[in-house]
């Protein structure tokens, strides 16, 4: 079916260029708002009556005629009808809708891809900070994050996924006095344990149960890996720096475990550090000083950021002598941007929304060739989880909120990803932990997989008769004329147009949305029509179509990094 909207938008272009030279560049087909009303949509008519100088439902009844008589509007078009001012509604045959079934089982797993565009894409997203475990925004940002990433890879880009984080600083440093006062023998509420009384990092301090499993592991001098560093502590609880480094290996361990338990891999960790190391962070302030981007005040360096749409200046270097945090932001992008990278996006919780317009400034001033609007920024809001009906706020081993691995465990990683993907990023979101281990149509992962399932049951119990799947491909599906099954082979040809239109709005959830919503016609489909009849061409035709179907679940699933069960 899409080869054949191609054909009829090529016929559509051709008689809008005869009526006016230039207009068929605009054509284009609208999905009725009203199913009855047809397949395609076309308000061409409308468009062009006022440069025209033309009565609209005039020159829709001389566009219809045009295209009626089009060898591609004759082979796949059943009727057009004009319906108010000039609106085209065209209705296909039944013939045209049913090539959908081909498309799919032919491309298969690369239904709905676009062609390799030669382009780089980079998607940061966790980015967290070896401070701690992955709690359950962290598993929001990894679902949406590999989600897009899997989105653009359909639409033929080269996706490199990177997880950027510091490796010093104060939090590191939180952790580090942490640590050691754990591996000296000293635990939360002891008198020597920091409070907020007397210490104003100490409401930073971490006192989970994790912080002790470091400082054992610490003290047994054991050797930690993790996908980008490997680290043997000395045991010394004097040696600050080796309490540091084992502590942020060992924690880069834990979050690499969690990112397993989610199917999730980076191909690159970046770390903050290394601008600094590298030089990226002084290149980067000269740059900006030599373009007269800056400004001396109150023993201070500022951007003029205000010239780039912020809404006042930004500190870039502190009395003290430090970097405000946004300045190896700026760094970290034009670093990307001379890596190849024409297009980044950055998945980051709602409160980096101020850091947005100042890197983008910093990046115009600096004049490198980068263009206005990179990189693009996917905000979302932190997620609430509830339990027996309610909220859960506290993990043990973390001291303080909800892990990742937590709600992996309560649930699954396929629960967890699609249901941490079933909403809008910057909506807020409640987990109903109860809900996602419901094995009934109100969880919407199970509705979803249970379709695929269903069809896998029927195309197993088919080639235990003898069936194979390859002759799906060729047989005759004029009896596929049902209005189930006509609506079923309308949604799978909805598909590439929904993945085309989630990458470029950043928008994971539309796959969710349309998965529930192909599941549900399917399964109205399975009702209405008996699959393996004795009739051997009508069969052999819903064969097909179900078959087609559980492609696209596949597919869309995949995209989600969600399993297809055959069983359940």
């Known amino acids: 079916m899409l080869s054949v909207k191609q054909e009829l938008l090529a016929a559509l272009a051709a008689q809008l260029e005869t009526l006016s030279p230039g207009a068929g560049a605009r054509a284009a087909f609208e999905t009725p708002k009203v199913a009855a009303h047809g397949d395609f949509a076309c308000t061409a008519a409308m468009q062009l009556a006022k440069p ?51 498309e799919v089982l032919g491309q298969a797993e690369k239904f ?32 949406i994050g590999d989600a897009i990433s899997n989105l653009y890879a359909t639409q033929g880009w080269n996706v490199h996924r ?57 003290l047994n001098k054991e050797t930690v890996h993790a996908d980008d560093r490997e680290f043997t502590a000395n045991g010394d609880v004097e040696d600050y720096d080796n309490i540091r480094q084992f502590a942020v290996a ?27 190391t590298n030089g990226y962070v002084d290149e980067t302030v000269q740059r900006l000083i030599a373009n007269g981007k800056t400004y001396e005040q109150d023993g201070a360096l500022w951007l003029k950021s205000t010239e780039y749409g912020d809404d006042k200046d930004r500190v870039m270097r502190k009395t003290d002598g430090h970097y405000t945090y946004f300045v190896p932001d700026v760094a970290y992008h034009i670093q990307k941007f001379k890596r190849g990278f024409t297009k980044v996006v950055n998945i ?14 910093g990046l115009q001033a600096a004049d490198v060739g980068i263009p206005a609007g990179y990189p693009d920024y996917v905000l979302h809001t932190m997620v609430r989880v509830v339990r027996n009906g309610e909220e859960v706020k506290i993990s043990k081993r973390a001291g303080s ?45 199970y509705y979803v997989q249970y379709a695929h399932a269903r069809i896998c049951s029927v195309l197993r119990t088919w080639q235990e008769q003898g069936g194979k799947l390859e002759q799906l491909k060729d047989v005759d599906l004029s009896a596929l004329e049902g209005p189930q099954a006509q609506a079923l082979m309308l949604m799978l040809a ?9 990458a470029n709005g950043n928008a994971p959830h539309d796959v969710t949305f349309y998965l529930r919503d192909l599941a549900s016609c399917y399964h ?6 008996r699959i393996l009849v004795d009739d051997e061409q009508v069969k052999l035709a819903r064969l097909a179509l179900v078959a087609a179907t559980a492609q696209v679940l596949h597919n869309g699933l995949a995209v989600l990094g969600v399993s297809a069960p055959e069983r359940m």
Request: hydrophobic residues 35%.
């Open 52 to 102: 025209l100088k033309a009565n609209p439902r005039a020159l829709g009844e001389q566009l219809k005629a045009a295209l009626e008589a089009t060898p591609a509007f004759q082979q796949w078009v059943d009727a057009i009808e004009i319906a108010g001012p000039g609106f085209l509604n065209i209705r296909l045959k039944p013939a045209a809708k049913q090539e959908i079934i081909r």
């Open 112 to 143: 709905g891809y676009q062609p390799d565009r030669g382009e780089k894409i980079l998607v940061e997203f966790v980015s967290a900070n070896p401070t701690g475990p992955l709690h359950v925004g962290h598993g929001r940002q990894a679902a």
């Open 162 to 218: 990177e997880f950027y984080y510091n490796d010093a600083g104060v939090q590191i440093d939180t952790l580090t006095k942490s640590t050691q006062l754990r591996a000296k023998g000293f635990k939360p509420g002891d008198e020597c344990w920091p409070t907020d009384s007397d210490n104003p990092l100490a409401k930073n301090f971490y006192n989970g149960d994790y912080i002790a499993d470091i400082a054992k592991a610490f």
């Open 250 to 276: 060992y924690l880069r361990n834990e979050q690499d475990k969690d990112l397993q338990a989610f199917n999730l891999k980076f191909d690159q960790y970046y770390l903050e550090s290394s601008l600094y």
């Open 348 to 361: 980051q919780g709602t409160d980096h929304h101020g850091t947005i317009a100042r890197v983008r400034a």
């Open 401 to 445: 909120y909800v892990t990742l691995r937590d709600l992996i465990e309560w649930t699954s990683k396929d629960a967890v990803r699609f249901f941490l993907l079933s909403r809008k990023p910057d909506t807020e979101y409640t987990f109903d932990v109860d809900l996602a281990v419901a094995q009934n149509n109100d969880n919407p992962v």
């Open 494 to 502: 909805k598909y590439p147009e929904m993945l085309t239109a989630a």
């Open 524 to 529: 109205s489909y399975y009702d209405a029509e």
